[in-house]
């Protein structure tokens, strides 16, 4: 039997680029896509993709569940929010409600981020962390960050394994890290991470390092991060077991990068727009952290958050499925002046 798939924030910068991909992705065959829209506009975007609109309301239950069982639909990819668990389990247990009536494995696939396996999260950072770590899930679930958006993520990743255990849904923890690159979609053409750089040094006049030391993070163009989300669904579409749940932890990086050599890039591409004083690269002080605050437009406190910390979350799994990655990590470092370029272009209309 063909899957029936879903695929949510269509307008959104992942969410765009794995569409826009679809069509070239050369996939086993399925039924149906669908995208979820919020408008009529969406609606309309979405068709040349090949994919259907398809509109209900998350927060109604019932409206919910006719969405996803009537139209049979046996794959979700999540991509709208990573912060709550509130509309993904009644998903779930609709997905659990196909299986039952087609027989078909389910497949719910979460898209969280790398900062939830970081210093942020107080996750070990002392060694590389694989996402295929059988213990990934025990740490996650005994995990104790003082931050409260953090404590809250994982619980939701948390939650997303134990509903569909729960349910007999094949769930998986999809995790983007510093993404970079122009979408191919309809929507945000954007990053988020590297737009955050450029906002604080443009406040501040200088771009500044917010570690000590000298953390690494790891990187992946949009590109690379969609083809996993497509290399993934293939194996679904063959009913490969890839492993879920527990085992359901994904990665889409290429490899890691030192903070310090990312801001170093940017630094020189915003000198050459006088956009910053210099392109020396500081030690920000608690001054400097309150006007990259501004720049932001968030709390002095989480510019560290926003802007630096400490990941070993290491790929691992993608590859074990067929992935292979197309850009190195010094891909993001070598197309700077391009990204900034791209950002001011978005960020000034």
Known sequence: MSHNILVTGASGYLGGTLLARWK??????????????????QAEAVKQYGAEPLEF?????????????GNEISIIFWLIDSFS??????????????????????HFIHTGGAKHFSSHANLPTDKPLLDTDPKLYEILKTSTSPLEYFAQTIKTNVSIIDTSEKY???????????????????GNQISIQTVAIVKAAKKARRVYKVDPGNPTWPVCHIVDNTTLYVEMLRNMLLNIDIGYNKNGFYLAASGSVAWEDIYKS????????????????????????????EGLGAPSNLVNVML????????????????KPQYPPEHILETADEEVELILKHINE
């Not at 309301?57 to 069982?69: Q, S």
């Not at 070993?312 to 067929?322: L, S």
């Open 168 to 186: 007999g849904v094949r769930g998986y923890i999809f995790a983007p890290c510093i993404v970079y690159g122009q979408s191919e979609g309809f």
């Open 85 to 106: 668990d509130k509309h993904q389990p009644p998903l779930i247990e609709a997905l659990a409600e196909v299986k039952a009536k087609t027989g078909r494995e389910v």
């Open 266 to 293: 940017m630094a020189t591409a915003l000198a050459k727009r006088n956009l910053v004083d210099d392109d020396i690269v500081s030690q920000a002080d608690n001054a400097v952290l309150e006007k990259m605050a």
């Open 24 to 41: 070239s992705a050369n996939l086993p065959p399925y039924g149906k896509l669908y995208a979820l829209v919020r408008s009529d506009q």
């Open 57 to 69: 309301d998350l927060n109604d239950k019932e409206e919910l569940r006719n969405g996803i069982v």
């Open 308 to 323: 630096g910390g400490k990941c070993t979350y290491t790929a691992v799994h993608g590859t074990q499925i067929g992935w």
